[in-house]
């Protein structure tokens, strides 16, 4: 990989200013300049091996042991380097459910990504929103394993202390262009998403309350840039244009506003910046990678970029400044023209070491076979048609709730099931769909079904609701122009899979020709909108006032997504386990699964003469579902398969 370099205008600069303005003969003591290196890791997920654990197989896209050689390359090339984490460690991974649930993490115990981290010599670390997954206790234990602390601004104990501390300053000696040494104040302040407290509210009501980014930032800012030379932001909050709203989920832009910071590392979103994900956002230069011209960065997930700050600061009036800098994600991967992966970095051994135990011990646990599938369980067609994948997750739970339901008295009520495709291409690129073929069915394959270590909830909702559950699951599609003559994307690419729910025990169609009745943050903002059509309950239409339970996760019970009927105050039944686990104890209290869509849903007909086009995996092509029209278009640059669909329904 060839050596990053700063910006021409700053090597030139370096020179220049020793000349500039000086009487003859003269000689002028120059200031001090210093170049400082910060590196980032985020989204890390408990990847540590360049390993898929659901398809039991290499994958050179991902691990902490790839992203470690670009750690050690960045290092060698700038001595004044420091190396921070982002958040969302311990979860994520069947290497994570198997250290929290078979495993189990005793205190004194150090988990295996962290240990794998201490090896690598980070100076800070903070708290991402899937740090809470498994409880407070396993975080405190993970916590004690680190041998670099964290910090998190705006999360506080129910007694109103900080969790971690909010802000830490470390002292670092540092060597400046001319070889002379000089001490180095390094402020670092770390955020988390405000909405854990929904997401994971089993595991933090009444015990932490949150406070929006922005305003921990004011709290704190002024305080810790007097203490500091330099101050770094580790915000596991992702970047989004608008308007500033309290308590926003995706603040680090409006982040970026608040005085006193010099660069901002980013995470949460799954993305990389600077890069093309971030254009056109007013604030935002997605070329040089800064945010209201805050330096900043974002290294993609599961270790698929090393995320890179340098910046040149200036000794004035007995402060640094910062004079000059560049930002870049460099990857441990390239995808070729011909769609193949060219890993950039070899994995390093030591990372490796640290974990092997609990590697080959989670490979042990994914195999267990649970029971047998008859057919092909995939969501390669998951965003455009009833799927198999989503099927399967909304049998389980209906068949888990209804006696549940029974015992709780409310086994009157048509019970209802939600369920979303989550893996489906995306940012996750063209490999990243369920793909479990027929046969025996492993834990590994129904971790692949269904990724998160979410707990079943049960709402009550009314007809009204339901439709405007499904009104913002349908934000997934772009609207097609009936009567434009171009090719139009169908799928949203910044709407994530997760949040398209299909409920099933009703049946309707989506007509995409309207426009999306919220927006991308579940906003309603065009009331009159109605792409939800025909919905009906045992061929009834559904009517606003009838009333249903709708089995579902945490995470939406809660108000993840921002879903009418989902805020938290519609939960009837709080189930003790995991959605996982039912799906598993489904399988195996049937033994052999058939799971075929029962094609509840579909999209309603566009005029024949619209071309709406579609991406998915190169996989898709064997499981075209019956009665689809698709077209293939040849694949694509990032290597999917585009295909044009026909007139739907």
Request: proline content about 7%; overall charge negative.
């Amino acid at each position: 990989m060839p050596a990053f370099a700063l910006s021409r205008r700053a090597l030139l600069l370096s020179g220049a200013a020793l000349s500039l303005g000086l009487p003859p003969g003269a000689r002028a003591e120059a200031p001090a300049r210093l170049r400082l290196r910060l590196l980032e890791t985020t989204d890390l997920h408990v990847n540590i091996f360049p390993y898929d654990y659901y398809r039991d197989r290499t994958d050179d896209t991902v691990g902490l042991a790839k992203t470690a050689a670009l750690i050690a390359a960045a290092r060698a090339e700038a001595p004044n380097s420091l190396l921070f984490d982002n958040g969302d460690v311990i979860q994520g991974s069947p290497l994570g459910d198997y250290m929290a649930y078979s495993h189990g993490l005793k205190p004194g115990e150090v988990h295996p990504i962290i240990a794998a981290m201490n090896r690598l010599g980070y100076l800070c670390g903070t708290l991402g929103n899937h740090e809470f997954n498994y409880g407070l206790d396993y975080l405190g234990i993970s916590l004690a394993g680190q041998n670099f602390p964290s910090v998190c601004a705006n999360l506080l104990k129910a007694d109103g202390t900080p969790l971690v501390p909010p802000t830490r300053v470390f002292e670092r000696e540092m060597v400046d262009e001319a070889g002379q040494r000089h001490r180095l104040r390094i402020g670092v302040i770390g955020f988390v998403p405000p909405q854990i407290l929904q997401w994971d509210q089993a595991n933090l009501a009444g015990r932490v309350t949150t406070l929006d980014i922005v305003e921990a930032a004011r709290q704190h800012l002024p305080g810790l840039r007097a203490e500091a030379d330099v101050v770094v932001a580790l915000c596991h909050s992702g970047i989004a244009g608008g308007a500033p709203k309290p308590g926003a989920e995706n603040a680090a832009l409006h982040l970026a506003e608040v005085p006193g910071l010099d660069a901002i590392l980013t995470g949460h979103q799954h993305l990389v910046f600077p890069g093309k994900d971030f254009a056109n956002i007013p604030g935002v230069d997605a070329r040089r990678g800064t945010l209201h011209g805050v330096p900043a960065v974002m290294a993609g997930f599961w270790g698929s970029h090393l995320g890179v700050i340098d910046l040149v600061l200036e000794r004035q009036g007995g402060a640094w400044k910062v004079t000059d800098f560049a930002t870049e994600a460099r990857p441990i991967y390239i995808r070729t023209p011909d769609r193949r992966i060219e890993p950039t970095v070899a994995a390093t051994g030591a990372v490796l070491a640290a974990a092997r135990t609990e590697h080959e011990a989670t490979l042990a646990y994914v195999r267990q076979p649970v029971g047998e599938t008859q057919a092909s369980i995939n969501s390669y067609w998951a965003l455009v048609a009833d799927d198999p994948s989503v099927q399967i997750v909304s049998n389980a739970q209906r068949w888990y709730v209804e006696g549940l339901a029974r015992a709780a008295g409310l086994g009157d009520l048509p019970l209802l099931s939600a369920a979303a495709p989550f893996k489906a291409g995306g940012r996750g690129g063209p490999d990243y769909y369920t793909d479990v073929k027929p046969g025996p069915i492993a834990i590994k394959d129904v971790a692949d079904i269904y990724l998160y270590p979410n707990t079943l909830r049960v709402v009550k909702v009314t007809g009204a609701q339901l439709r405007g559950w499904l009104e913002r699951s349908a934000g997934l599609f772009n609207r097609i122009n009936p009567a434009a003559a171009e090719e139009q994307a169908l799928i949203n690419p910044r709407f994530p899979s997760y949040n398209f729910d299909v409920i099933d025990g009703v049946t309707y169609r989506i007509d995409v020709t309207q426009p999306s009745r919220f927006d991308a943050d579940g906003k309603l903002v065009a009331p009159e909108a109605r792409r939800i059509r025909d919905l009906a309950y045992e061929g009834s239409p559904v009517e606003d006032g009838q009333v249903f339970l709708v089995a579902t996760n945490n995470y939406r019970a809660g108000g993840g997504g921002n879903f009418p009927g989902a805020d938290g105050s519609t939960i009837v039944l709080e189930a003790p386990d995991l959605n996982r686990d039912v799906v598993v104890r489904y399988i195996v209290e049937q033994t052999r699964i058939d799971p075929e869509a029962d094609g509840n849903w579909s999209l309603a007909p566009w005029p024949e003469s619209a071309r709406v086009s579609f991406v998915t995996g190169p996989g898709a092509a064997a499981f075209r579902p019956a009665g689809l029209r698709a077209e293939p278009l040849g694949n694509t640059p990032d290597g999917f398969t585009q295909y044009r669909l026909g007139h739907a329904g």
